[in-house]
T-cell receptor
């Protein structure tokens, strides 16, 4: 149990375009989902926390108008990178929490490359 | 500012030996600490959680200790196998529910030689 999927697993796009990444909890309801970004050989950095039906809470330094997060249901959250630029190229990982514990279950990640 | 440090150098050990990874933190009072495994190009996989009032936790070949006085956690893999080769991340949390944020260390790369 506690499986989280992400789609797509990798994406290449042109600079200036928008990219949407989906995060799904497959076998449980996730009251909270988290979005992280990880650059090569660096730690996971939390971008935002989202609760179903509420606006996401963004970490300091993360532009909410650039990284749009929607958490429309208890099993789906989406991250849209708007007007992507090469510096947005990174590994984006989501996680989901069931709510009754402190454990976060991570998705397999999405590799974004902006040309 | 809050800081989490893990062995920056890769840890190379021989199959069958015990691997010990270190996680030190400063300017933080976590309610719990977690260890994750991350393979290249993949998301982290949860391994163990230990709370501030626990000294030690075990799960199969894994053992975690948590010393809140030293602000340190040790992660042990006994009878290590080449399949244990991966990056291991420690993460600290405030505790208290699903919306708590995790702060991750940079991870330690473990290589188990056959």
């Amino acid at each position: 149990g506690a499986v989280v999927s992400q789609h797509p697993s990798w994406v290449i796009c042109k600079s200036g375009t928008s990219v949407k990444i989906e995060c799904r909890s497959l076998d449980f309801q996730a009251t909270t989902m988290f979005w992280y970004r990880q650059f090569p050989k660096q730690s996971l950095m939390l971008m935002a926390t989202s609760n179903e039906g509420s606006k996401a809470t963004y970490e300091q330094g993360v532009e909410k108008d650039k990284f749009l997060i929607n958490h429309a249901s208890l099993t789906l959250s989406t991250l849209t990178v708007t007007s992507a630029h090469p510096e947005d190229s990174s590994f984006y990982i989501c996680s989901a929490s069931r709510g009754e514990s402190d454990t976060q279950y991570f998705g397999p990640g999405t590799r974004l490359t902006v040309l | 500012s809050q800081k989490i440090e893990q062995n920056s150098e890769a840890l190379n050990i021989q199959e069958g030996k015990t691997a010990t990874l270190t996680c030190n933190y400063t300017n933080y009072s976590p309610a719990y600490l977690q260890w994750y495994r991350q393979d290249p190009g993949r998301g982290p996989v949860f391994l163990l959680l230990i709370r501030e009032n626990e000294k030690e936790k075990r799960k199969e070949r894994l053992k975690v200790t948590f010393d809140t006085t030293l602000k340190q956690s040790l992660f042990h893999i006994t009878a290590s196998q080449p399949a244990d080769s991966a990056t291991y991340l420690c993460a600290l949390g405030d505790g208290g529910g699903a919306t708590n944020k995790l702060i991750f260390g940079t991870g330690t790369l473990l290589a188990v030689q056959p």
